[in-house]
């Protein structure tokens, strides 16, 4: 059987007009289709918020509950017109409200939350998601069916927060399970454990529960419908002649999203690769228009004639610098301070090392406490730590960036040429991106003087602040 793994994101689906838009889309495929779908708008962010306060006893559960019934009711009511349609999903969607009000008082009454519940709690965004759409489609008469990871088998490895999928696992599962000629629309953003806890995929991880289903499934593309014009040169925020990029690798897809392209998660790209099928971005505003993807992502290489195809920056970065003479070549001492980290459940982005310090990238929420965590072990060796927050990294990303001689002098030499200086360079480590860390106060000015020199004449290109 073909399938065609489609996901919607929460903006697609943030009121009524947008919730138009994603039914022209789907009825512009014609066929079938494997529909993946995130929490609308803002859910996830308000259940984390309501956890914390359930924890402090300071939530007002009713209200919550109440709050988010009018919510999606309305959604529905403004895009259904079938009254039998209608009382059919208040009685689902009452269901799971109120399995989500006494996951809610447990925490009340415990003022506290395991792993598991958090999970179990932050995956209700999407499942109202898909209620809603379920329904929205049966009115307009889609044989459709909704259908969860549990039910499904996307089998992860259990972690929770941050879980992965088990591909040996999931795969069988599911063909067996989504083997119908119909749509089906399922919840992303989790999978289950083998024991049948609820495991979600990360932040913004519905991209890559997408993904996964379309690797499983063999399908002939995944489908990625955004509200961007796909993959651009750089950030229109900063620039305003960004040129759309119409083709990426693997590769470059995911170093764009790692190093801060909100486009797709970065672990996308991961799942489809081995199996090059190809993973194709939409612009949700162009529904209308038909099936007319901005960006395709395979395996296909292209070498530009500039060789960069994007500059990218993420402000979620932060260094800590463990200093002492020779700790870069001492043996033992990074191999401490990472697993110090590790057991406090922080994440080490990146590490590069000198011969008087180790510089290791955090996420900037991160600093702090990895300080605090280092400094209490008194490492031998290490005589002292130092934060910094104020940062930003920058990546150009192109296929042949590290094979084509003079790209890096370019990339330098429009940097240097405005005096802004470069704290730290990574050049090899990724065969298709190099990246660097600016003060913060110079990102702006460092990506377009960046992308000036490699996609646009000086005399039409203009910094946005």
């Known amino acids: 059987m073909s399938y065609r793994v489609v996901k919607f994101g929460g903006s697609n689906l943030k009121d009524v007009q947008g919730i138009k838009k994603v039914i022209k889309a789907i009825q512009n495929y014609n066929q079938p289709l494997v529909i993946v779908v995130s929490a609308f708008y803002g859910m996830t962010n308000r259940l984390i918020e309501a956890i914390e306060n359930a924890k402090l006893n300071k939530l007002d559960i009713d209200e919550l509950v109440t709050d988010i019934y009018n919510n999606k009711l309305e959604n529905v009511t403004q895009s259904v017109s079938d009254e039998d349609l209608i009382n059919k999903f208040k009685d689902e969607l009452n269901k799971r409200l109120k399995e989500l009000k006494e996951f809610f008082l447990g925490i009340s009454y415990i003022k506290d939350i395991p792993p598991f519940l958090y999970d179990e709690i932050l995956s209700y965004g999407e499942r109202f998601s898909s209620l809603s759409l379920h329904y929205i489609l049966k009115d ?55 024991k049948g806890k609820t495991t979600l995929l990360g932040r913004g991880g519905t991209d890559y529960s997408a993904a996964a289903i379309a690797s499983c499934l063999n399908a002939d593309s995944l489908d990625l419908w955004k509200d961007v014009e796909g993959f651009l040169s750089a950030d229109p925020k900063i620039v305003d002649t960004p040129v759309n990029i119409e083709s990426l690798t693997y590769a470059e897809a995911a170093e764009l999203a790692y ?39 395979n395996g296909k290489e292209r070498i530009t004639n500039d060789v960069i195809k994007s500059v990218s920056y993420s402000d979620d970065f932060g260094i800590i610098k463990l200093k002492g003479s020779g700790v870069g070549i001492k043996p033992g001492i990074l191999a401490k301070s990472t697993v110090e980290l590790d057991n406090a459940n922080i994440n080490i982005k990146s590490v590069i090392t000198s011969q008087t310090a180790i510089n290791i990238l955090l996420s900037s929420k991160d600093l702090k406490k990895a300080k ?7 490492i031998h060796g290490i005589n002292e730590v130092e934060i910094h927050g104020d940062i930003s990294i920058i990546a150009a990303v192109g296929e042949g960036l590290t094979t084509q001689s003079g790209v890096a002098a370019r990339i330098f030499g429009a940097v240097a040429r405005k005096g802004i200086n470069v704290r730290i360079i990574s050049f090899g480590a990724s065969l298709v991106a190099v990246y660097f860390i600016v003060d913060r106060k110079d990102r702006s000015e460092t990506i377009y003087e960046i992308h000036k020199e490699f996609f646009v004449n000086e005399d039409t290109c203009k910094c946005v602040q």
């Open 140 to 194: 307009i008469g889609i044989d459709c069916r909704e259908v969860f990871p549990e039910d499904i088998g996307l089998i992860t490895d259990g972690e929770f927060v941050n879980a992965t999928v088990n591909f040996k696992l999931s795969s069988e599962a599911l063909n067996k399970s989504l083997s119908s000629n119909l749509t089906y629309i399922i919840p992303g953003f989790y999978g289950v454990s083998e």
């Open 259 to 297: 190093f801060g392209s909100k486009i797709l998660h970065p672990r996308t790209p991961e799942p489809l690769a081995k199996k090059k099928i190809p993973i194709r971005i939409f612009n949700i505003d162009n529904s209308y228009d038909g099936i007319r993807p901005l960006t395709i992502i």
């Open 372 to 378: 605090n965590v280092i400094e209490q072990k008194d």
